[in-house]
T-cell receptor, first 113, second 110 residues
Framework: EAGVAQSPRYKIIEKRQSVAFWCNPISGHATLYWYQQILGQGPKLLIQFQNNGVVDDSQLPKDRFSAERLKGVDSTLKIQPAKLEDSAVYLC???????????FGQGTRLTVV | GENVEQHPSTLSVQEGDSAVIKCTYSDSASNYFPWYKQELGKRPQLIIDIRSNVGEKKDQRIAVTLNKTAKHFSLHITETQPEDSAVYFCAASKTDKLIFGTGTRLQVFP
């Protein structure tokens, strides 16, 4: 079974630039999550999708972060403009609808300089 | 909302010894408690989980215990091996949203 795919693996940008991350969940997984993992901390949920609808985005800094899952499969997370404190690993995870067993992608390591 | 605290932040043990990592949660409605292992530069991977209707679960050298009254759960690793070295995260959930602890870096010395 193919896992959760994310790209790019690494990204370095200057502050105030924009960046986008892509995630392809496991086939058939209706629920998709984006997590932010700052070095030395646990993953923090940014947004949760059920198919193409947003279930929870209460922790998403909406002034600079946006995410979409237009067709209910792939998802993109965008940051515009980036700040130094956005440096982190951005993890995508997916589950079957109603399931709690989350499968994670490899993550995108973002460095903002 | 749910808050998960995890201790210790770092743990060093000798190969063959046992390791215990503890987590507490705040929301008594949480009913699912997974543990993830994250090796350096790799994705978190589920190693064991427990639901609120069970007090203990074991899988070879790994066990998890849950005390619903005290709202805490623990990961026990026996006969540790160098390949157990990683960061371990606990999490709690009452729906399909996981709230993670801050992680424990386990180092197993040969």
């Amino acid at each position: 079974e193919a896992g959760v795919a994310q790209s790019p693996r690494y990204k370095i940008i200057e502050k105030r630039q924009s960046v986008a991350f892509w995630c392809n969940p496991i086939s058939g997984h209706a629920t998709l999550y984006w997590y932010q993992q700052i070095l030395g901390q646990g993953p923090k949920l940014l947004i949760q999708f059920q198919n193409n609808g947003v279930v929870d985005d209460s922790q998403l800094p909406k002034d600079r972060f946006s995410a979409e899952r237009l067709k209910g499969v792939d998802s993109t997370l965008k940051i515009q403009p980036a700040k130094l404190e956005d440096s982190a690993v951005y993890l995508c995870a997916s589950t079957f609808a109603g399931s709690t067993e989350a499968f994670f992608g490899q993550g995108t390591r973002l460095t903002v300089v | 909302g749910e808050n998960v605290e995890q201790h210790p932040s770092t743990l060093s043990v000798q190969e063959g010894d046992s390791a215990v990592i503890k987590c507490t949660y705040s929301d008594s409605a949480s009913n699912y408690f997974p543990w993830y292992k994250q090796e350096l530069g790799k994705r978190p991977q589920l190693i064991i989980d427990i639901r609120s209707n069970v007090g203990e679960k074991k899988d070879q050298r790994i066990a998890v215990t849950l005390n619903k009254t005290a709202k805490h759960f623990s990961l026990h690793i026996t006969e540790t091996q160098p390949e157990d070295s990683a960061v371990y995260f606990c999490a709690a959930s009452k729906t399909d949203k996981l709230i993670f602890g801050t992680g424990t870096r386990l180092q197993v010395f040969p």
